[in-house]
């Protein structure tokens, strides 16, 4: 072999050496993109601002969250509004959520971390699947059992500790199980979990009425402003309030709560064909009228409806100056403004059946009888034996 063959032997051998280093790093690349490694994100180049879509399956429980229009929504439930800061906070967390420990699993051994392929079986993974607007899958991830402190290898005898991490498949497939140092526990296809759980809210009621099914139990409370006492109107012969017993009136409604929304139930299902009604009126003109159903477990089925009566110019006071004027004229529009706004965003709540705590509504419902003194009647005819005399009366 002479020089000329030599030198271009060897620059063979440095070309094909190059191309097999660059192929090899290609697929490291490709591997690693699915897989990454410790101290590396999960999701590389997760593109927050192109999710539309968030899908998490359990088994045989589903979820799915929708963005439209800028708002995303709870399938599983009509279409109800989906609680933003969770999904932002949920969204942004994934971002920079990077893997602490990687171990290769052989497939029959996945199992054992809750990572056996999505299906009606046990011990299968919970899918994480995330889409853009137009339905195109973005990213996959399959989420297994909890890491627990109390025990460092990978299944093994500390799994009665607090979860301070979770087992993971990137991309859904391969070997290669990653532990994060976060437990992920929001992550469960849970619809009513997702659901934005902000509500009406009742602020200075002056009147409060409760009708039931039953007239005979139905009653109605008035008060002059929201600090003074109440008083049950149209009562009869020997009915005395029972002032003890009106504590839970004070801020009726002042901070309800919703469990869920039920979606597809006839009204015979929900006792909602033949509801108990109560009824809300405020200081600023609100009028609120909650229909109560049937109980189930802990929750009432009951719907919500808003209106308002909202005055829109103020009445000055008699010699009012015009400095003042013009502040509390400011002052009333300003409120004005902040009225609208929120019989606006609390008229939304019509339209769907909620599932309300008891604690929020059981302390309304009670029958007329439960209000009164229970020496009712000695009591107005002691008051009447007792009553001083008007000037000329004997």
């Known amino acids: 072999m002479n020089r000329k063959q030599l030198i271009l032997?060897?620059?063979?051998?440095?070309?094909?050496?190059?191309?097999?280093?660059?192929?090899?790093?290609?697929?490291?690349a490709a591997w690693n993109a699915d897989r990454p490694g410790v101290g590396h994100k999960l999701l590389p180049d997760f593109p927050v601002n192109d999710i539309a879509g968030i899908h998490l399956r359990a088994g045989t429980n589903e979820l799915d969250v929708v963005k439209s229009n800028d708002l995303w929504r709870v399938t599983q439930r009509g279409g109800y509004p989906a609680d933003f800061n969770k999904i932002s906070e949920f969204l942004l967390k994934l971002k920079d959520l990077k893997v602490v420990q990687t171990e290769t699993v052989a497939a029959g051994d996945l199992p054992e971390l809750d990572l056996a392929p999505p299906g009606p079986a046990t011990n299968t993974a919970t899918t994480l699947e995330f889409a853009d607007a137009a339905g195109k899958p973005l990213r996959t991830v399959w989420l297994g059992k909890m890491h627990r402190n109390s025990g460092g290898d990978m299944g093994g005898p500390g799994e009665q500790g607090w979860p301070d991490g979770r087992y993971v498949l990137p991309g859904g497939s391969g070997d290669t199980v990653a532990v994060l140092a976060d437990s992920l526990e929001t992550a469960v296809p849970e619809p009513e979990s997702w659901l934005?759980?902000?509500?009406?809210?009742?602020?200075?009621?002056?009147?409060?009425?409760?009708?039931?099914?039953?007239?005979?139990?139905?009653?109605?409370?008035?008060?002059?402003?929201?600090?003074?006492?109440?008083?049950l109107t149209a009562t009869a012969p020997g009915e005395i309030l029972d002032p003890a017993k009106l504590s839970a009136f004070t801020s009726p409604f002042a901070s309800p709560s919703l469990t869920d929304v039920a979606v597809g139930l006839p009204p015979a299902a929900t006792g909602l064909e033949h509801p108990t009604v109560i009824g809300l009126h405020t200081e600023d003109g609100f009028d609120y009228t909650v229909k109560v159903g049937s109980k189930t477990n802990s929750d009432y089925y009951a719907t919500v409806a808003v209106s308002a009566n909202l005055v829109k110019e103020r009445t000055p006071a008699k010699d009012e100056k015009p400095d003042a004027k013009a502040k509390l004229d400011q002052e009333f529009q300003e409120h004005l403004k902040t009225l609208e706004t929120k019989l606006t965003r609390e008229k939304g709540y019509a339209g769907w059946v909620y599932l309300m705590p008891g604690w929020t509504v059981d302390p309304l419902l009670r029958n007329r009888a439960d209000l009164l003194a229970t020496n009712a009647a000695p009591a107005a005819a002691a008051a009447e034996t007792n009553a001083v005399p008007v000037k000329g009366e004997k």
């Open 9 to 28: 032997m060897l620059v063979l051998v440095v070309v094909l050496g190059g191309l097999a280093l660059f192929r090899q790093s290609k697929q490291h």
């Open 196 to 231: 934005r759980k902000d509500f009406f809210k009742v602020e200075s009621a002056t009147s409060l009425a409760v009708t039931f099914p039953a007239a005979t139990n139905s009653w109605e409370l008035t008060r002059t402003n929201p600090t003074a006492p109440w008083h």
